[in-house]
């Protein structure tokens, strides 16, 4: 029999199987760049071993995780005594009862049959155990965020029978410390994007001829992210070719809510504001910057030592760090951190919290006609004192504007100011005195410990 017709007759068995028992798991008809990915797990998870297994696939939010997950799924799932995909752990766990209804799942699912009544999360794990440990299981954990869902549902993964394999798929890296196989989801490739775009703006695998200049432009926007793919591929969809490029012009300036929507989750799920104060001041001015400097200069602003805040931000995919220790950063992500900072005042850009245009820093501070009247008399210490923590920001982005070389006559005050931060002392440990000019707006909090 040729491979062709073995493959063939699989899938007849399973497409019965299925209608027999249906078990797959509904996955967007037009899924790509995922294979080798698919391929390395699934061979992974169907060696014949009699051990557990545990795969973690972590990544950014809306790069394919969970799509990930449910085509192994569907895969393999008829390859074992039971299966069940749990979608969504977080949502579902935050409502009231919500992981007793997922341990609920679990069994039903495996069992066939309703579970006997699970009053609390302890006794559901003890039925877990006890009713799982012979069975030869896939089980699918998608979305966690806590620990705490991982052990409500699948302990280490010694609760299954020999030769089971759990799946699971977080943002958060941290979680995935026991799997025996870790996978990083990275951003499609150009050629795989164009497909996945033009297949929901054009319902092909190309874009329509007119159109692949500016589908190009979205794709380069998107950088490789499915789920804005999808989101602009379909929001483009029917539309004419003006219209387009005044919705990719807005992009540009205004994000799309949809995508920010669903990639504001990952903020909010931060822990704490500290950690989501720092995301947001990478995203407004460290993004190329090295992680040393950047951490001496949120250390001045904080009073403590963010590395650890760094490593998180990075565990949870919302930043990357190179071999070299450069922080980068999705387009998406950092345009959804500065959009919440935009959010904080729409119309005035000096009540932000954070200012990092030299158009808006220019604007406010010409508005400020005492503020521009100090630069020119060098009144420093004066100045600081008079300004807010916010202008901080704006006056140093102004600086750097100043001395970027579009000066308006104003370097020589600029020179000034640098004369009079030397003079009194208004630098952290000297680490002011390498900074050029147009540095200065990233390096505002260091002087904060000067007042
Ligand atoms: N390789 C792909 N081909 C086609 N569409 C994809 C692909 N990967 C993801 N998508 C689509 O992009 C969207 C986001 O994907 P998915 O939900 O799998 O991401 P995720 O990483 O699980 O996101 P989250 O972190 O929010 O859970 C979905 O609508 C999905 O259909
Ligand atoms: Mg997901």
Known sequence: MSRHESKFIQDIIKDVLNKLDPKYINVSTHVVGIDPLVHTISDFISTATDDVRLVGIHGMPGIGKTTIAKVVFNQLC?????????????????????????QKQLLHDILKQ?????????????????????????????DVTHQYQLNALVGDGSWFGPGSRVIITSEDERLLLKV??????K???????????????????????????VSNDVVDYCGGLPLALEVLGSCLSGKN?????????????????????KLRISFDKLDDHKLQNTFLDLASFFIGRNKEYVAKVLEARCGYNPEDDLGTLSERSLINVNASGNISMHNLLRDMGREIIHKESPNNPGKRSRVWQCEDAWNVLSKQMVITKCIHKCSFIFLFKLLAY??????????????????????AGCQSIRKEFIKHRIIYKDEMLEVTPNQWSTSIWALQTAF
């Open 114 to 142: 309703n579970p006997a009544n699970i009053n609390n999360v302890d006794r559901g794990m003890v039925l877990i155990k006890e009713r799982l440990c012979h069975k030869r299981v896939l089980v699918v954990v998608d």
């Open 187 to 213: 951003e499609l490739k150009r050629d795989a994007s164009l497909q996945l775009f033009s297949w929901h703006a054009f319902r092909e695998t190309k874009p329509a001829k007119d159109y692949v200049e």
């Open 180 to 185: 025996n196989r870790k996978c990083h989801v």
């Open 78 to 102: 008829y390859g074992f005594e039971g299966s069940c995909f749990l979608s969504n752990i977080n949502e579902t766990s935050e409502q009231s009862n919500g992981l007793v209804l997922l």
């Open 390 to 411: 916010n202008y901080f920001v704006t006056l140093l982005n102004f600086v750097g504007f100043l001395g970027n070389g579009s000066g308006r006559g104003f370097s």
């Open 241 to 261: 070719k003006s219209r387009w490029k005044c919705i990719i012009d807005k992009l540009r300036k205004i994000p799309n809510h949809d995508i920010q929507e």
